[in-house]
């Protein structure tokens, strides 16, 4: 009788660390990796429309495409940045 018990307990104690704790924290690491990669790939564009030729403002441009639209700058504020940079 103590053995169904001990089982019954260690299930709902696994079950609940599943979809209580790991779970979630699960969730968060996917969550930082994607928007990691969203960023690398917008270095990516930009690297790959560089050594196509392009312009750097072209190139900036392209890797301002991949931005999230939550953070992305406009066009006017890019222009201003880069007109800051001073020449090479």
Do not use: C, W
């Amino acid at each position: 009788m103590l053995s169904i018990g001990g089982a019954l307990t260690d299930t709902f104690l696994g079950v609940m660390l599943a979809y209580g704790l790991v779970g979630p924290i699960a969730a968060r690491i996917k969550q930082v990796v994607d928007e990691d990669s969203k960023f690398h790939n917008m270095i990516r564009d930009i690297m790959v429309a560089h050594l196509h030729g392009n312009s750097p403002q072209i190139s900036v441009e392209i890797g301002r495409q991949a931005v999230p639209s939550k953070i992305k700058p406009s066009f006017y504020d890019l222009e201003e940045a880069l007109a800051d940079v001073p020449a090479a």
